[in-house]
């Protein structure tokens, strides 16, 4: 064979040796704009349903969609749901599910209620509801890994266990905490600036913390190593239980800190503190761009699906529509959501 007719081996598929001895050759992934399309595809996709929702909302009625009061309602409740979601992404992605942090939500409030209707300084409270949240986090943890139990009916058992408990000493009392208006406690975490709750800036600190801990840190690493293989893990040298009863420990200090500021929000901690936000967290997870076989996930993501879950109901009930709507379209954004997850699996996974 003629050196001419030999085929050049250094160059790349569809490449002449003129052209690659030119410039050199660069993967298409290379480029920074589509590698951060590629790389968060899921968060994307999330916010695209986002902006087509908000605006199909403002349409339908402009002049609601664009007085400030509106958002500031939803900003005020919407730092309890982020509080929750952002560690249920660490639980899925690693392969199991909790469904016990309602309670833990209304367990850890009601000892936070407790202390301060006991005359000690809120902060005081904060810190023993947190400690609550992470040991009833450690408690649900080991029944699911040291017990051998399936997360999923644990966690469920454990939130009725929880609940009913608050409902046999409390005996369905609420408990109203009118001093709270007047502490620092308050003026930090649940007062507002310029019109905007204090909250939500947690919240976005919050978010933005678990997004490097889950992205930057071993932690977020090992929690995405587990949920893919646990058995590859192992091998590792990866502490495989120890790193699930961490997720769930999480879980547990998220769903206080949401609990507490709940309270603060309302000034009155109720028995049923958590109940509403199950099914509401859950499909902000799953909208988010998480999926359900572990491995993966997104935090932004799941933040941004909390966002969007948290405008449906305003967005129904102010677009003119009565609130029987509003499970219809909590089901509609959540299948179209899951669909076009589905779409990008195979690109993104």
């Known amino acids: 064979m003629s050196k001419i007719m030999e085929p050049d081996l250094q160059s790349p598929l569809g490449v002449t040796h003129d052209e690659a001895a030119g410039k050199e050759w660069r993967h298409p992934s290379d480029n920074w704009l589509r590698g951060f399309i590629l790389d968060n595809r899921a968060s994307l996709g999330t916010l695209g349903v986002f902006i087509v929702m908000m605006a199909v909302f403002m349409i339908a009625n402009p002049v609601v969609?664009?007085?400030?009061?509106?958002?500031?309602?939803?900003?005020?409740t919407l730092p309890v749901a982020l509080f929750v979601v952002v560690p249920l992404v660490f639980v899925v992605t690693c392969g199991e599910i909790d469904l016990s942090f309602p309670a833990t939500m209304g367990f850890a409030s009601w000892?936070?209620?407790?202390?301060?209707?006991?005359?000690?300084?809120?902060?005081?409270?904060?810190?023993?509801?947190?400690?609550?949240?992470?040991?009833?986090?450690?408690?649900?943890?080991?029944?699911?890994v040291y017990g051998g139990l399936s997360s999923l009916i644990a966690t469920l058992g454990m939130n009725f266990l929880l609940r009913g408990l608050i409902q046999i000493i409390n005996e369905g009392k609420s408990t109203a905490l009118t001093s709270?208006?007047?502490?620092?406690?308050?003026?930090?975490?649940?007062?507002?600036?310029?019109?905007?709750?204090?909250?939500?800036?947690w919240a976005i600190a919050f978010v933005v913390l678990s997004a490097l801990l889950y992205n930057r840190h071993r932690f977020g690493a090992q929690v995405r190593v587990v949920g893919d293989n646990p058995d590859s893990a192992q091998q590792m040298?990866?502490?495989?239980?120890?790193?699930?009863?961490?997720?769930?420990?999480?879980?547990?200090?998220?769903?206080?800190i949401a609990g507490t500021f709940s309270v603060m929000i309302n000034f009155t901690w109720w028995p049923t503190a958590g109940d509403g936000?199950?099914?509401?967290?859950?499909?902000?997870?799953?909208?988010?761009?998480?999926?359900?076989?572990?491995?993966?996930?997104?935090?932004?993501?799941?933040?941004?699906?909390?966002?969007?879950?948290?405008?449906?109901?305003?967005?129904?009930?102010?677009?003119?529509?009565?609130?029987?709507y509003v499970q219809f379209f909590n089901g509609l954004i959540i299948i179209l959501s899951l669909l076009g997850h589905k779409w990008n699996q195979a690109r993104y996974r």
């Open 65 to 76: 969609f664009t007085t400030w009061y509106l958002y500031s309602s939803v900003l005020t």
């Open 237 to 256: 040298g990866i502490d495989v239980k120890r790193v699930r009863v961490k997720v769930f420990v999480f879980v547990g200090i998220g769903a206080a």
């Open 277 to 324: 936000y199950l099914l509401p967290v859950l499909a902000s997870v799953f909208v988010g761009g998480t999926p359900t076989w572990g491995g993966i996930g997104t935090v932004i993501g799941g933040a941004i699906g909390a966002v969007t879950v948290a405008f449906i109901q305003t967005g129904v009930v102010a677009a003119g529509l009565s609130g029987f």
């Open 180 to 201: 709270l208006a007047d502490s620092w406690a308050y003026k930090i975490f649940s007062s507002q600036i310029w019109g905007i709750p204090v909250q939500i800036f």
């Open 111 to 144: 000892v936070f209620a407790l202390v301060v209707q006991a005359g000690y300084d809120p902060f005081l409270g904060i810190a023993a509801a947190i400690a609550t949240g992470t040991l009833l986090g450690f408690l649900v943890g080991s029944l699911v």
